[in-house]
T-cell receptor
Framework: DTGVSQDPRHKITKRGQNVTFRCDPI?????LYWYRQTLGQGPEFLTY????????KSRLLSDRFSAERPKGSFSTLEIQRTEQGDSAMYLC??????????????FGPGTRLTVT | GDSVTQMEGPVTLSEEAFLTINCTYT??????LFWYVQYPGEGLQLLLK?????DKGSNKGFEATYRKETTSFHLEKGSVQVSDSAVYFC???????????FGGGTRVLVKP
């Protein structure tokens, strides 16, 4: 069990550019979550997948944000036309699903985005 | 909507001191409650959890009791170590939902 991994760990981009982040969940975890954490705040839910289906999206996820999980394994989060307000840590978490694993989410180290 | 409120930090303590971090929540139904910890440079880790009223979660010397009457889930440790320096997050999840709702986090600094 290698844990949840995220790539890149850090990304600096200029305003208006597009960025894409990747999350690899723990093997065989069928639920995958994305959260955003701004400095000094707790993480906020963005969206989640059950296998390849995106089941819920937060109102925080504007039209510039899109997430995919094409084969039910890794996921990508893309932000188009980045704005300075997008600067944050983007966290990915996974859970095995099923009753025991339903509540326990395992987090990756995050991708820190800085928009200049 | 659901929300979690926890005491603001930073909390600065000496080694072997007693630690309490207050956490209260607002939610309909019967949420499960969690404490997560974030050590410097690392990802969030689940510290402990409680899934129903009066349950006590415990791990690594930390404890928290789910108090439905006061909608609270305060974190305590009797004797902190320097290695407990971290940011602690209280969170809830609804039985019928899938997303964690976090408090704002409390930074704890333990000095030798």
């Amino acid at each position: 069990d290698t844990g949840v991994s995220q790539d890149p760990r850090h990304k600096i981009t200029k305003r208006g550019q597009n960025v894409t982040f990747r999350c690899d969940p723990i093997s065989e975890h069928n639920r995958l979550y994305w959260y955003r954490q701004t400095l000094g705040q707790g993480p906020e839910f963005l969206t989640y997948f059950q296998n390849e289906a995106q089941l819920e999206k937060s109102r925080l996820l504007s039209d510039r944000f899109s997430a995919e999980r094409p084969k039910g394994s890794f996921s990508t989060l893309e932000i188009q036309r980045t704005e300075q307000g997008d600067s944050a840590m983007y966290l990915c978490a996974s859970t095995p699903g099923g009753r025991k694993g339903f509540y326990e989410q395992y987090f990756g180290p995050g991708t820190r985005l800085t928009v200049t | 909507g659901d929300s979690v409120t926890q005491m603001e930090g930073p909390v600065t303590l000496s080694e072997e001191a007693f630690l309490t971090i207050n956490c209260t929540y607002t939610a309909t139904g019967y949420p499960s409650l969690f404490w997560y910890v974030q050590y410097p440079g690392e990802g969030l880790q689940l510290l402990l959890k409680a899934t129903k009223a009066d349950d006590k979660g415990s791990n690594k010397g930390f404890e928290a009791t789910y108090r439905k009457e006061t909608t609270s889930f305060h974190l305590e440790k009797g004797s902190v170590q320097v290695s407990d320096s971290a940011v602690y997050f209280c969170a809830l999840i609804k039985a019928a939902g899938n997303k964690l709702t976090f408090g704002g986090g409390t930074r704890v600094l333990v000095k030798p």
